[in-house]
């Protein structure tokens, strides 16, 4: 185990900030980075230490770094190159990011080269995960992982982190969550619909609300929907009904297709969301709704 409570963190959005935090109050000594300046004032209000350079990162942190990067997918390779010169032989690289799995398994590669290690980490449970405890998918060496895992258990919610296998099985991993995540969402948003449109007059917040309290399909989603609906159910012409999507989608319909294994519940709902910019509806709308409760995505028009 690496006993050293010290990591950097590349990216102060919504998740990296909270996971920010949540270390912090757990004893970590945190370092923040964010390339625009906005993200790092909001860190510095709560009271993380921010650099305002790559370089001033590294030199704030003690070897063996760990530094943690949690940006888009696709700016992982220009952070990488950006950071890589204040980068030595020993430290660790952990990238959060959505990223595609063959990326991974190719970053993985070319850090080695040059002697440094890499584990991808895909992170489930959003903004609020990040902030109170997250589930955590860990691909790479395993000795590596094995140093780091206080790290991800501090990070996690009880029981929220695995090691699941070598460079790239962790984003593959959360590649498939993500899949199966869009078939829940699009059987829970049409059967919605069909309570709205039913000749009975049934209240679906009530009817979310119920489905919450012990019912074969009480989940988290559910429990989102249910909560969704009594925030925003007053709201609902502004919502969008057309559905956006970060590729995780259709990596994981691709990635079936050259397995040739057939999951058309993931195909269906992944298609939905293609022909939603064309045909919006109210199923489109619980399911930006349902996007926006639990990854903080846009849902407005």
């Keep these: 185990m690496n006993n050293k409570k010290e990591i950097g963190i590349i990216g102060l959005g919504k998740m990296g900030i909270n996971m920010a935090e949540r270390l912090s ?8 980075y964010n390339r625009s300046e906005e993200p790092r004032l909001e860190a510095k209000k709560r009271g993380m230490e921010v650099v305002s350079s790559l370089e001033d990162l590294s030199s704030a942190l ?16 220009k952070v990488l190159e950006e950071i890589l010169p204040y980068l030595s032989e020993g430290d660790t690289v952990i990238d959060g990011a959505n990223a595609f799995y063959k990326d991974s398994v190719r970053r993985a590669n070319e850090l080695k080269v040059r002697k440094i290690n890499f584990l991808d980490a895909g992170f489930s449970g959003g903004p609020s995960g990040a902030l109170n405890g997250a589930c955590i998918m860990v691909g790479g060496e395993k000795d590596i992982f094995e140093k780091n895992e206080d790290l991800f258990r501090e990070l996690s919610v009880p029981e929220g982190y695995r090691y699941v296998g070598h460079s790239g099985a ?12 869009y078939g829940m969402m699009q059987s ?10 039913s000749d009975f007059e ?4 009530e009817v979310a609300d119920l489905y919450s309290h012990g019912s074969v399909v009480e989940s988290r989603l559910v429990s989102l929907l249910s909560k969704g609906l009594k925030d925003y159910g007053d709201q609902i012409d502004l919502i969008s009904g057309v559905v956006n999507h970060s590729g995780m989608g259709e990596w994981t319909v691709g990635y079936a297709e050259e397995k040739g294994t057939a999951i058309p519940a ?3 709902a992944y298609q939905f969301r293609l022909d939603s910019k ?3 509806s109210f199923t489109g709308k619980l399911l930006s709704l349902l996007r926006n409760m639990f990854g903080g995505h846009d849902m407005k028009k």
């Design 188 to 197: 829970i948003a049409e059967g919605f619909t069909l309570i709205k449109e």
């Design 170 to 181: 962790g984003h593959f991993v959360k590649m498939v969550h993500n899949g199966i995540e």
């Design 25 to 32: 109050n757990r004893g970590y000594r945190v370092v923040g």
């Design 202 to 205: 049934v209240n679906i917040k």
């Design 62 to 77: 003690s070897a063996p770094r760990v530094v943690w990067t949690m940006v888009s997918n696709d700016a992982v390779d």
């Design 278 to 280: 064309e045909n919006p």
């Design 266 to 268: 993931i195909k269906s």
